[in-house]
């Protein structure tokens, strides 16, 4: 146990009863040689029965008393997971897409090319679930957006399954979006010189709940997303 | 004075009135409070002194006196309105990193409640 990586696995979890145990047993299902996996499960005041199932499970429950949203919630990982001195931490969402097999190739990664944050994309292999098309345009369109600005390209900008080390938890510590982080986080990293990058994962369809983004949320979604990329930029 | 001048002043010392109870009892702040009386002897002054508004709009050049008094008025509410947004958005902040830490030091304390 002594000298094991020590890895917080950030799970915010919002109304997510019908698939929140499944995804806790698999992350505790495969603990690596080299690397303790720790599931701390952010309960961002559901009304389902999700408080009461992580009570029974092998994991960190953090009950939020009042509901966030996902940035919020996973920043309540974030900061558990630094002040109790972990490693790294790394954010899978609560509805069973990421499959956490992949958590040690995002952190061998991050050991070779030197980097702050791994980042899980489904778009380098195109394997596995590749959501719809409509959600694919989306994805190119911020692709492009952030491409354009910071000069990066990432192929899965919205993607939710990101590792980070220390010095990435310090930095989010303080400020991390409220609604739909991830491409903004992106803008974040680039701009504070945080070297990150992305490896292939296999994504898979949820197991329940439902998502965030359709219909006029979509258009909401594309236009705050854009404007706060946009701010986040200048802001420096 | 005209019936509509004496309503008029009625109707905004009861609204100063207002403001001053609700000083008094602890449940406006007096950095808000501030604007409220300060809108209020505007109001009292206007009524009182009906020409008034005749002479600021003659001063920038308005011809119609009532629409000084419109723009001014939108002009200081949505100066108002952007600086109660500011103040929910720092509320927003402050609720969230207190809710963040209520979950951790739940979780801390061993109550998992």
């Keep these: 146990m002594g000298n094991k990586i020590r890895v917080a696995v950030i799970i915010p979890a919002y109304n997510e009863q019908a698939s929140i145990a499944a995804v806790v047993n698999s992350v505790n299902a495969i603990q690596p040689d080299d690397m303790s996996l720790t599931p701390v499960v952010i309960n961002d005041c559901s009304k389902d029965s999700t408080k009461q199932i992580i009570a029974g499970l092998n994991c960190v429950p953090l009950n939020l008393p009042i509901n966030l949203g996902i940035g919020g919630a996973v920043q309540t990982g974030i900061k558990y997971a630094y002040d109790n001195g972990f490693d790294f931490a790394v954010q899978i969402d609560g509805d069973g897409q990421h499959p956490p097999e992949h958590i040690p190739d995002l952190e061998r990664a991050m050991q070779k090319q030197g980097w702050d944050v791994a980042i899980g994309s489904r778009f380098i292999q195109n394997e596995g679930f590749q959501s719809t098309a409509l959600r694919r345009t989306g994805i190119k369109y911020f692709q492009g957006l952030l491409k354009m600005i910071t000069g990066v390209n990432i192929t899965d900008p919205t993607s939710g399954m990101r590792m980070m080390n220390r010095k990435t938890m310090q930095l989010l510590y303080s400020y991390y979006p409220d609604e739909y982080p991830e491409p903004e986080a992106l803008i974040i990293y680039n701009r504070k010189g945080l070297r990150f990058g992305e490896v292939p994962v296999q994504m898979s369809e949820r197991m329940g709940g439902e998502s965030s983004i359709s219909g006029f949320g979509a258009i909401y979604y594309m236009f705050k997303v854009t404007i706060a990329i946009i701010f986040t930029y200048l802001r420096k | ?113």
Excluded: C, D
């Design chain 2, 1 to 113: 004075m005209e019936r509509v001048q004496i309503i008029a002043i009625i109707v905004s010392l009861l609204f100063l009135a207002y403001v001053l109870w609700k000083i008094k009892q602890g449940q406006l702040r007096e950095e808000y409070a501030f604007i409220w009386i300060l809108s209020n002897l505007a109001l009292i002054f206007l009524s009182v002194w009906r020409n008034a508004l005749e002479l600021f709009a003659h001063m920038f050049g308005v011809i119609a006196p009532p629409n000084l008094l419109f723009t001014g008025a939108i002009f200081a509410i949505l100066i108002y309105l952007l600086h109660l947004s500011l103040t929910v958005s720092k509320l927003h902040m402050q609720n969230k990193t207190l809710a963040q830490e209520i979950a951790l030091l739940k979780e801390k304390s061993g109550n998992r409640g």
